[in-house]
């Protein structure tokens, strides 16, 4: 059974950073795609940043040069390094994994597997 725990969330003044964690079990974490999206209220969950197996990676144009996704296979664990927050990164934050995403990287819909959420909450 595929599960995967967030942590890390928080509030944090504008400028500063968190590094969000994600806890996967069930499945071989290097063998999987994973990703972090974020949802803020009203608003659709939108893809934030997504690793491959081969360790590439891709960021929304909003995150990038501030946030870095990165896992340690040996622990099992995605993380998400957030520079720079600003207001406007306020959300819950998720993690999500699949063998191959359906669809682009970005679309919630073709990812199997999620976390239950971590709220980060950036004040300016």
């Known amino acids: 059974q595929v599960q995967l725990v967030e942590s890390g969330g928080g509030s944090v003044q504008a400028g500063g950073s968190l590094r969000l964690s994600c806890a996967a079990s069930?499945?071989?974490?290097?063998?999987?795609?994973m990703a972090w999206f974020r949802q803020a209220p009203g608003k659709e969950r939108e893809g934030v940043a997504a690793?491959?197996?081969?360790?590439?990676?891709y960021y929304a144009d909003s995150v990038k040069g501030r946030f870095t996704i990165s896992k340690d296979n040996a622990k099992s664990t995605l993380y998400l390094l957030m520079n720079s927050l600003k207001p406007e990164d306020t959300a819950m934050y998720y993690c999500?994994?699949?063998?191959?995403?359906?669809?682009?990287?970005?679309?919630?819909?073709?990812?199997?597997?999620w976390g239950q959420g971590t709220q980060v909450t950036v004040s300016s």
């Open positions: 069930g499945y071989t974490v290097s063998r999987y795609y």
């Open positions: 690793l491959r197996p081969d360790r590439y990676t």
């Open positions: 999500a994994a699949a063998t191959i995403p359906s669809m682009g990287w970005r679309d919630a819909g073709g990812w199997t597997y």
